[in-house]
């Protein structure tokens, strides 16, 4: 994502960027896949007539996404505050399902 | 992260929940990466007199990641709210560095 208007920025700022480009749209794909598995998980609860939440499931994520963040030192507040920034489109997402129907997204 | 609080539930809805568990974790290490990056370019633009903020740069990683979504099935929407929840971390960041020094993250 390099062009014109990066003339006369360090080699080194452009080359991080390049950096946070790839990462970035790795990102995106992984969330594309992760809200499959979620709209599936949402399709499968109302099917099967499971409660739409899991306390003790949400527990052991959050639980699980703070020691990984440790380990590859992430900040473990961001990861819990990141978990439930998704779990909140989720939400809306299974929402809508329940709205308007399975085959609404 | 399946244990015995999982039992009775169907086994696609396990298979779905471990593959989620793996994506997360994917998604963990990737923004740990991709904060050590915005770390440098912080320590990088304090160094080198650069601005924080670079607007330009801003709207074409957030076109870029819109358009990125549409291709793999994610609400461009969400993916553009995804990335100001990225940079408002960021930028907590970059605060801290200008407050405590490069050292202090």
Chains 1, 2 share one sequence.
Do not use: W, Y
């Amino acid at each position: 994502m390099t062009d014109g208007t990066d003339r006369g920025l360090p080699d080194e700022l452009l080359r991080i960027r390049g950096s946070i480009d790839n990462i970035d749209a790795a990102l995106i794909h992984l969330l594309a896949e992760r809200f499959k598995c979620t709209q599936a998980v949402g399709r499968l609860k109302a099917r099967e007539g499971l409660p739409p939440s899991d306390p003790g499931r949400e527990e052991r994520q959050i639980a699980r996404l703070r020691a990984l963040a440790e380990e590859s030192g992430l900040d473990p507040v961001f990861a819990e505050k990141f978990l439930a920034f998704i779990v909140a489109e989720v939400i809306r997402h299974h929402e809508d399902i329940a709205a308007n129907g399975p085959q609404s997204r």
